[in-house]
Protein backbone atom coordinates (compact mmCIF):
# COMPACT_ATOMS: atom_id res chain seq x y z
CA UNK A 1 0.00 0.00 0.00
CA UNK A 2 1.29 3.69 -1.11
CA UNK A 3 -0.98 5.63 0.71
CA UNK A 4 -0.28 7.62 3.44
CA UNK A 5 -0.47 5.41 6.66
CA UNK A 6 -1.66 6.37 10.07
CA UNK A 7 -0.64 4.91 13.53
CA UNK A 8 -2.53 4.00 15.57
CA UNK A 9 -5.92 4.12 14.46
CA UNK A 10 -7.38 4.33 17.50
CA UNK A 11 -6.54 5.60 20.88
CA UNK A 12 -8.17 5.67 24.05
CA UNK A 13 -6.61 7.91 26.85
CA UNK A 14 -7.36 9.16 30.40
CA UNK A 15 -7.24 12.66 30.56
CA UNK A 16 -4.19 14.14 31.75
CA UNK A 17 -1.60 11.61 29.60
CA UNK A 18 0.54 11.83 27.13
CA UNK A 19 -0.51 10.39 23.31
CA UNK A 20 1.49 10.34 20.05
CA UNK A 21 0.59 9.74 16.90
CA UNK A 22 2.71 9.05 13.74
CA UNK A 23 2.02 9.43 9.98
CA UNK A 24 3.59 7.86 7.15
CA UNK A 25 3.55 9.76 3.85
CA UNK A 26 3.59 8.87 0.69
CA UNK A 27 7.06 8.28 -0.86
CA UNK A 28 8.49 11.11 -1.94
CA UNK A 29 6.34 13.73 -0.74
CA UNK A 30 7.53 16.61 0.07
CA UNK A 31 4.63 18.30 2.31
CA UNK A 32 2.79 17.01 5.42
CA UNK A 33 -0.18 18.30 7.02
CA UNK A 34 -2.45 17.49 9.95
CA UNK A 35 -5.74 18.19 10.48
CA UNK A 36 -8.35 17.79 13.21
CA UNK A 37 -11.84 16.61 12.53
CA UNK A 38 -14.65 16.95 14.93
CA UNK A 39 -18.05 15.09 14.79
CA UNK A 40 -20.47 16.91 12.29
CA UNK A 41 -17.38 19.11 11.35
CA UNK A 42 -14.83 19.21 8.53
CA UNK A 43 -11.41 19.41 8.97
CA UNK A 44 -9.59 21.93 10.78
CA UNK A 45 -5.84 23.06 9.81
CA UNK A 46 -3.18 22.28 12.25
CA UNK A 47 0.15 22.41 10.85
CA UNK A 48 2.21 21.93 7.96
CA UNK A 49 5.51 20.56 7.08
CA UNK A 50 7.87 21.10 3.83
CA UNK A 51 10.48 18.26 4.28
CA UNK A 52 11.74 18.78 7.70
CA UNK A 53 10.57 22.49 8.19
CA UNK A 54 7.36 23.07 9.91
CA UNK A 55 6.16 26.29 8.17
CA UNK A 56 2.49 27.10 10.07
CA UNK A 57 0.86 26.38 12.72
CA UNK A 58 -2.68 27.09 13.36
CA UNK A 59 -4.11 29.08 16.42
CA UNK A 60 -6.03 25.82 17.39
CA UNK A 61 -2.15 24.15 17.85
CA UNK A 62 -1.81 25.26 21.85
CA UNK A 63 1.42 25.00 23.65
CA UNK A 64 0.38 20.73 25.15
CA UNK A 65 0.46 20.16 20.86
CA UNK A 66 3.63 19.52 19.34
CA UNK A 67 4.31 17.97 15.87
CA UNK A 68 7.69 16.98 14.48
CA UNK A 69 9.30 15.60 10.96
CA UNK A 70 12.79 15.05 11.60
CA UNK A 71 13.69 13.99 9.02
CA UNK A 72 11.38 14.91 6.40
CA UNK A 73 9.48 11.63 6.07
CA UNK A 74 7.57 10.40 8.64
CA UNK A 75 5.62 12.70 11.36
CA UNK A 76 4.43 12.60 15.04
CA UNK A 77 1.98 14.38 16.65
CA UNK A 78 2.21 14.83 20.35
CA UNK A 79 -0.27 15.79 23.14
CA UNK A 80 0.43 16.87 26.50
CA UNK A 81 -1.70 16.58 29.35
CA UNK A 82 -4.96 15.32 26.82
CA UNK A 83 -8.00 17.03 27.89
CA UNK A 84 -11.65 15.74 26.97
CA UNK A 85 -11.95 18.26 24.68
CA UNK A 86 -9.21 16.96 22.62
CA UNK A 87 -11.32 14.23 21.25
CA UNK A 88 -11.59 14.13 17.86
CA UNK A 89 -10.50 12.53 14.34
CA UNK A 90 -6.48 13.61 13.56
CA UNK A 91 -6.16 13.65 10.43
CA UNK A 92 -2.55 13.19 8.62
CA UNK A 93 -2.24 14.31 4.62
CA UNK A 94 0.93 14.68 2.32
CA UNK A 95 1.65 16.00 -1.21
CA UNK A 96 4.04 16.56 -3.63
CA UNK A 97 4.85 19.98 -4.64
CA UNK A 98 7.48 20.51 -7.32
CA UNK A 99 9.25 23.62 -7.38
CA UNK A 100 7.36 26.29 -9.12
CA UNK A 101 3.93 24.64 -9.43
CA UNK A 102 1.24 25.25 -6.82
CA UNK A 103 -1.71 23.04 -8.17
CA UNK A 104 -1.22 19.54 -6.74
CA UNK A 105 -3.73 17.68 -4.39
CA UNK A 106 -3.34 16.05 -0.82
CA UNK A 107 -3.78 12.86 -0.08
CA UNK A 108 -5.25 11.87 3.08
CA UNK A 109 -4.49 8.54 5.83
CA UNK A 110 -7.18 7.08 7.67
CA UNK A 111 -7.11 8.71 10.32
CA UNK A 112 -6.36 8.18 14.36
CA UNK A 113 -9.33 8.60 16.33
CA UNK A 114 -8.70 9.70 19.40
CA UNK A 115 -10.97 9.60 22.83
CA UNK A 116 -10.23 11.69 25.86
CA UNK A 117 -11.72 9.64 29.12
CA UNK B 1 -8.92 34.47 5.42
CA UNK B 2 -11.16 31.93 2.84
CA UNK B 3 -14.09 30.12 4.54
CA UNK B 4 -16.69 27.22 2.45
CA UNK B 5 -19.99 27.05 3.28
CA UNK B 6 -22.18 23.89 2.56
CA UNK B 7 -25.54 24.97 3.00
CA UNK B 8 -27.39 21.31 3.24
CA UNK B 9 -26.16 19.66 6.07
CA UNK B 10 -27.83 16.56 5.21
CA UNK B 11 -29.82 15.51 1.64
CA UNK B 12 -31.44 12.25 0.98
CA UNK B 13 -32.20 11.59 -2.42
CA UNK B 14 -33.28 7.70 -4.15
CA UNK B 15 -31.57 5.62 -5.79
CA UNK B 16 -30.97 6.24 -9.66
CA UNK B 17 -31.94 9.92 -8.75
CA UNK B 18 -29.88 13.38 -9.68
CA UNK B 19 -27.79 15.25 -6.93
CA UNK B 20 -26.46 18.37 -6.17
CA UNK B 21 -24.74 19.38 -3.58
CA UNK B 22 -23.84 23.31 -3.02
CA UNK B 23 -20.56 24.21 -1.87
CA UNK B 24 -19.77 28.04 -2.00
CA UNK B 25 -16.63 29.93 -1.15
CA UNK B 26 -15.31 33.02 0.20
CA UNK B 27 -12.09 34.40 -1.26
CA UNK B 28 -10.16 37.39 -2.64
CA UNK B 29 -9.15 35.76 -5.88
CA UNK B 30 -9.69 32.46 -8.12
CA UNK B 31 -8.79 29.84 -5.44
CA UNK B 32 -8.04 25.99 -5.96
CA UNK B 33 -11.39 24.08 -5.20
CA UNK B 34 -11.40 20.31 -3.92
CA UNK B 35 -14.48 17.72 -3.40
CA UNK B 36 -13.57 15.32 -0.40
CA UNK B 37 -15.75 12.24 0.32
CA UNK B 38 -15.53 10.32 3.64
CA UNK B 39 -17.13 6.98 4.90
CA UNK B 40 -17.33 6.70 8.53
CA UNK B 41 -14.57 6.52 10.53
CA UNK B 42 -12.89 6.54 7.54
CA UNK B 43 -10.05 9.03 6.02
CA UNK B 44 -10.59 11.67 3.29
CA UNK B 45 -10.92 10.46 -0.42
CA UNK B 46 -9.93 13.20 -3.58
CA UNK B 47 -13.18 13.13 -5.55
CA UNK B 48 -11.99 16.24 -8.01
CA UNK B 49 -10.26 19.52 -8.39
CA UNK B 50 -10.43 22.84 -9.84
CA UNK B 51 -7.13 24.11 -10.59
CA UNK B 52 -7.86 26.59 -13.88
CA UNK B 53 -8.97 26.43 -17.12
CA UNK B 54 -12.45 24.53 -17.87
CA UNK B 55 -15.01 24.99 -15.75
CA UNK B 56 -16.59 21.92 -15.91
CA UNK B 57 -14.36 18.91 -14.29
CA UNK B 58 -14.95 15.47 -14.23
CA UNK B 59 -13.81 12.95 -11.38
CA UNK B 60 -14.06 9.44 -10.41
CA UNK B 61 -17.71 8.09 -8.91
CA UNK B 62 -19.35 9.64 -12.07
CA UNK B 63 -19.02 12.95 -10.07
CA UNK B 64 -18.32 16.52 -12.07
CA UNK B 65 -18.41 19.96 -10.20
CA UNK B 66 -18.97 23.19 -12.11
CA UNK B 67 -17.22 26.08 -11.00
CA UNK B 68 -19.20 29.40 -11.17
CA UNK B 69 -16.86 32.25 -10.17
CA UNK B 70 -19.85 35.42 -10.34
CA UNK B 71 -21.47 32.81 -7.78
CA UNK B 72 -18.52 32.44 -5.91
CA UNK B 73 -19.76 28.00 -6.35
CA UNK B 74 -18.43 25.28 -6.64
CA UNK B 75 -21.62 22.16 -6.96
CA UNK B 76 -21.17 18.79 -6.68
CA UNK B 77 -23.00 16.72 -8.94
CA UNK B 78 -23.98 13.50 -10.13
CA UNK B 79 -26.63 12.35 -13.11
CA UNK B 80 -27.74 9.03 -11.05
CA UNK B 81 -27.07 7.90 -7.50
CA UNK B 82 -26.22 4.56 -6.15
CA UNK B 83 -26.33 3.43 -3.03
CA UNK B 84 -23.04 3.12 -2.59
CA UNK B 85 -22.20 6.85 -2.86
CA UNK B 86 -24.19 7.45 0.86
CA UNK B 87 -21.19 9.28 2.71
CA UNK B 88 -19.79 12.48 4.10
CA UNK B 89 -19.09 14.76 1.36
CA UNK B 90 -16.69 18.01 2.06
CA UNK B 91 -15.89 21.21 -0.33
CA UNK B 92 -12.57 22.93 0.18
CA UNK B 93 -11.17 25.65 -0.73
CA UNK B 94 -7.03 26.60 -0.94
CA UNK B 95 -5.35 30.02 -2.26
CA UNK B 96 -3.69 29.59 -5.78
CA UNK B 97 -0.52 31.70 -3.69
CA UNK B 98 0.78 28.74 -2.23
CA UNK B 99 0.44 25.00 -0.84
CA UNK B 100 -0.42 25.19 2.16
CA UNK B 101 -3.48 24.86 3.81
CA UNK B 102 -7.25 24.13 2.50
CA UNK B 103 -10.22 25.14 4.30
CA UNK B 104 -13.28 22.84 4.83
CA UNK B 105 -16.81 23.39 4.47
CA UNK B 106 -19.00 21.19 7.58
CA UNK B 107 -19.79 18.87 4.69
CA UNK B 108 -23.12 17.51 3.96
CA UNK B 109 -24.71 13.55 4.64
CA UNK B 110 -25.97 11.85 2.02
CA UNK B 111 -28.10 9.39 2.50
CA UNK B 112 -29.47 7.24 -0.63
CA UNK B 113 -32.85 5.76 -0.30
CA UNK B 114 -33.92 2.64 -1.96
Known amino acids: DTGVSQDPRHKITKRGQNVTFRCDPI?????LYWYRQTLGQGPEFLTY????????KSRLLSDRFSAERPKGSFSTLEIQRTEQGDSAMYLC???????????????FGQGTRLTVV | AQSVTQPDIHITVSEGASLELRCNYS??????LFWYVQSPGQGLQLLLK??????LVQGIKGFEAEFKRSQSSFNLRKPSVHWSDAAEYFC????????????FGDGTTLTVKP
Open chain 1, 27 to 31: SEHNR
Open chain 2, 92 to 103: AVRPNTNAGKST
Open chain 2, 50 to 55: YFSGDT
Open chain 2, 27 to 32: YGATPY
Open chain 1, 93 to 107: ASSLIPRGQLNTEAF
Open chain 1, 49 to 56: FQNEAQLE
